[in-house]
C-alpha cells in the first residue's frame, strides 16, 4: 500500500498553495472579527477547478477523489481562507451519482452555480436514526423527514456555507425510515453569529419547503457524504495546526530570555514536539482516509472519524501552544494566534464534533471485536 502523494497530487497542492498566496487572508480574518468583509475568494476557487473537484469528468468537473480534495483544504486551512468549499464539495458528491441532474451539477462544477450540504448524522450503535446538530443544546436532533412529494419538515442548525447558496441538498428521511437526497431551490439562509468569523454558517429552517427527491442517491452515498465533510474539516484542521506549528518555532529561535532563545529550554521543546507528534498521526490518517475514499468505501466512516478525531485534539493543542509560546503578545488581539485558537474551537465542534468522531470510532472498533470474536 503505498501512501506517497502523485506528481499530480504534488503539483495540486502547491498550486492550491500559490493560488491562497495572493490574498491576504489572515488580516482579513482579523478585519472580519471587527466588522470587515471577508475577502470573496469564490472566483479564486473557480480559477482554480475546485467546485469540481469530486465531479466526474463526464459531467465537467475534474474527477478527482477525497484525498485531492483534503489536499486543496489543507492548503486552506493554512492560512484560514473562507471559500464556500466545505458545504459546496460534499454536495456535489451527492449530485453527481443523481439521475437527471447533468445540468446543474454541470454548473455546480464550473462554479457557475454554488451548493450547500445539509448534512444529517448516520446511524450507530448508540443512536440508531439520523440525526442533525441543534440550533440550542447538546442533544442532538431528529433529522428532518420528507414525504413523498417532497414535502420537507424541520431545522438543521449551524450548516456550514448554508447562506448565500444556490442549491441544497439536504439529508431527510423519508416515511419508511430510509434516508433520502431532497434537492431544494432558492431557499434563503440567514447567516448567523460565530466565534470563528472565517467560517460561514446558517440554521436552515425547512418547515414548509419543498423539494425534489434526487433518484440514483443511496443510503451508502450519503453515509460518505457526511463523512467525507468530517474528512475534509479535518484537512482544514490540519493545515491549521501545521501553520501554528511553524510560526511558534519560528519565534522560539528568535525570542531570548537569560540570554538563551526559548526555544532551547525543553518546556518548549516538549510542547512544540508534541504538536508536531499530532499532526505526524493525522497526516498518516488523512492518507488512511484518501485511500479508503477511493479504494475502500465501507472503510471510509472509519477513516474519516478517525482523521477528524486525530485533527482536532492536533489543532486545539497546536492553538493553545502557539499562544503559550508567544507569552504576552500571544494572547493579544492583534496577533495572529488567537485567530487559529479560535478556528480549533469552532472546528471541533462543528458536525457532531470530535466528540462524535471518537464515538464513532469506538462503536466500529468494538463491533469488529464482536465479529471477530
Not at 51 to 70: K, N, Q, R, T
Amino acid at each position: 500500500m503505498n501512501f506517497t502523494l502523485s506528481e499530480e497530487q504534488e503539483f495540486l497542492r502547491e498550486a492550491a498553495q500559490d493560488a491562497l498566496s495572493r490574498v491576504k487572508t489572515i488580516e482579513a480574518a482579523r478585519e472580519a472579527l471587527e466588522g470587515g468583509e471577508l475577502p470573496n475568494l469564490w472566483l479564486t476557487a473557480c480559477e482554480a477547478g475546485w467546485p469540481g473537484l469530486v465531479v466526474s469528468e463526464e459531467h465537467g468537473g475534474a474527477g478527482l477523489g477525497p484525498i485531492e480534495a483534503m489536499l486543496v483544504f489543507e492548503q486552506m486551512g493554512r492560512v484560514l481562507a473562507s471559500v464556500a468549499l466545505l458545504g459546496h464539495v460534499p454536495a456535489t458528491f451527492v449530485l453527481d451519482a443523481a439521475s437527471g441532474q447533468d445540468e446543474l451539477i454541470g454548473r455546480l462544477a464550473s462554479g457557475e452555480t454554488r451548493a450547500a450540504f445539509v448534512p444529517a448524522r448516520p446511524p450507530d450503535d448508540q443512536v440508531s436514526s439520523w440525526t442533525v446538530d441543534p440550533v440550542f443544546g447538546s442533544s442532538r436532533a431528529a433529522a428532518p423527514t420528507v414525504s413523498s412529494s417532497g414535502a420537507l419538515s424541520g431545522t438543521v442548525g449551524w450548516v456550514p456555507d448554508a447562506p448565500g447558496a444556490d442549491v441544497l441538498v439536504v439529508v431527510a428521511v423519508a416515511e419508511d425510515g430510509s434516508p433520502r437526497a431532497v434537492l431544494v431551490e432558492g431557499l434563503a439562509v440567514e447567516e448567523t453569529w460565530r466565534y470563528d468569523a472565517t467560517r460561514s454558517l446558517g440554521h436552515v429552517v425547512l418547515d414548509g419547503v419543498q423539494g425534489t427527491l434526487l433518484e440514483g442517491v443511496d443510503e451508502q452515498k450519503l453515509t460518505n457524504a457526511f463523512f467525507l465533510e468530517w474528512a475534509l474539516l479535518a484537512a482544514e484542521s490540519l493545515g491549521a495546526t501545521d501553520r501554528a506549528l511553524e510560526v511558534a518555532l519560528a519565534y522560539s529561535k528568535e525570542r531570548f530570555t537569560f540570554g538563551r532563545p526559548i526555544g532551547s529550554y525543553q518546556a518548549v521543546k516538549h510542547m512544540l514536539v508534541e504538536i508536531l507528534r499530532l499532526a505526524g498521526n493525522a497526516r498518516s490518517l488523512m492518507y488512511y482516509a484518501g485511500w479508503a475514499g477511493n479504494d475502500s468505501p465501507e472503510e471510509f466512516p472509519l477513516a474519516a472519524a478517525a482523521f477528524r478525531l486525530a485533527a482536532g485534539k492536533a489543532l486545539d493543542d497546536a492553538g493553545r501552544t502557539q499562544i503559550s509560546v508567544h507569552g504576552g503578545i500571544g494572547a493579544t488581539w492583534e496577533h495572529d494566534a488567537p485567530l487559529y485558537f479560535r478556528r480549533a474551537q469552532l472546528s471541533r465542534r462543528l458536525l457532531g464534533g470530535t466528540s462524535d468522531a471518537a464515538d464513532r470510532v469506538a462503536s466500529v472498533l468494538f463491533e469488529q471485536a464482536r465479529a471477530a470474536a
